[in-house]
Structures are given as C-alpha cells and as structure tokens.
C-alpha cells in the first residue's frame, strides 16, 4: 500500500504536470518558482521509481531510502509558512499548530521509509534506533493532529459527511481526541501496538467516507486525487509503524528467552 499509493501520486504529477498543493506544497516557496514544471516531472519519476522498488525485496531498502528523501522535501516544503502564515493572517497558536500538522502529515510518510530501509540492514544498531526515532515523530505528529482537529472544530468539521449522524463537530472532536490518545500511547509504549493499528483504521475510514466520494465529486481536482493517494500511503505508515514494534519486541523477548535458558 505505502509503495502503490507513492506510485499512484507520481502519476498524478504527470497527468496534471504540477506538485499537488495539498501535500507538496511547493508554492510555498512563491507563485512564480523557475522549472517549476520540470521540477514536478522529476519528483513524479521519483516516486514512482521508488514506490515501485519497495514493491520488490531486493530494491526495498533503496526504495525506502528514495521515499524518505522525497516525502522529507515535501515536509521542507511546508517552513516558509510559519512566517507566512500569521504574517497575512495574524499571529494565533492554532495557525502554528496547523503548519505544524502539515509537517507531520510528512513526517510520518517519511518515519516509514525509514522503517522500511532499517528493516532492511544486515547489521547494526539502526534498526532498533530508527524504531525508536519513528516512535516519537508518529507521537508527536499524531498528539498534534488532534490538536489541529481540537482548535479548528468548525473548519475540520466541513470534512464530514452530511449523512453522518451527531454533526460535523461530534466527529472532529471524537476524533481529534483519538489522534491525541494515539499519539501518546505511541510515545508511552502503552498499547503503542494496538494504538497505531487503529491509527491506521482510523485513516482508512476517513479515505472510505470523505475521500473517495470527493473523486466523485470533483474529478478533474490534482489535490483530491492527490490526497487519496497520500492518506493511503499515511495508512500504510501508521501499519508499518505497527508491525515494525510488534516484530522488535517479538526479536527482543525471543533474545531473552535465548539468554535465560543459556543461563539455566
């Protein structure tokens, strides 16, 4: 999932030979970027290089390597708008936590390219260490979402279904809360496991209920396709994150029960 949904968002640069402005947000930088357009064409190769390679065993760990890169730019791309942003809109905490969140939004992406080219490693301490860094950037990331969910009720709530019931504002709050408990069972390493496998759900609900549809809706849009294919690559992330502390400590608890029967 993490390497097609990369695939899907490379193509979508080609077809629409732009960055998507949801989530590579380029502009940023200004309207008028030289190369702009040539700049696109190598980021959509790239990732479609990349995301195809951790597809395979063999070009996994390059693969990874190739999507931290990249999705690491994209997080690059959000730093001029902590000026930017309450330089035309004023100086309020939320804003800040906003741009905050667009940077995690790449962060995470990131923390799982990561995890993918440590996996990889015949040897060393950095698989282990990278576990450990993965755990407090998805931490933070996800306790800061539900911060941007918590502060911004009535312009997140507009991304409800009318059909849900309760109201756009039960949905934000519930689930600002829940990105915030994750976040912080992830970082305690309490119910880390289960937190982040229900991270996941919960991103997944979202692309099912708000995402998907939108395509339907507004089809001929970069950021819609754009954004379906990002928050299926955050899934994947959060599933990644899962399975790679899951394994770790299965790794950790079989050493152990080495050593004590060594001892015995």
Partial sequence: ??????????????????????????????????????????????????????????????????????????????????????????????????????????????????LVYASRATHGSSWPRTILIARW?????????????????????????KWMPLGGEFWTIVTGICFVLAGLAILSGILDVLAARLLALMLLVFSAVTLVPMIFAFPHRHDVWGGNAYNLAAVAAAWILADSIASHRAEREEEAKARLAVVS
């Fill in 137 to 161: 950037i998805f931490g933070l990331c996800s306790v800061d979402f539900g911060l941007v969910h918590l502060t911004g009720v009535a312009d997140n709530s507009a991304y409800v279904p």
């Fill in 1 to 114: 999932m993490y390497g097609m949904a990369t695939v899907a968002a490379g193509i979508f640069d080609l077809v629409w030979d732009d960055f998507d402005a949801s989530h590579q947000p380029i502009q940023a930088f200004g309207d008028h970027i030289p190369g702009r357009e040539i700049l696109a064409y190598i980021t959509a190769v790239w990732m479609i290089v990349g995301g195809a390679a951790i597809l395979w065993r063999r070009s996994a760990r390059a693969g990874g390597a190739m999507l931290a890169v990249i999705y690491f730019i994209f997080a690059a791309f959000w730093l001029p708008r902590f000026y930017t942003t309450p330089h035309f809109l004023g100086f309020r905490i939320p804003l800040y936590i906003g741009v905050l969140g667009g940077v995690g939004t790449q962060l995470i992406v990131v923390a799982a390219g990561a």
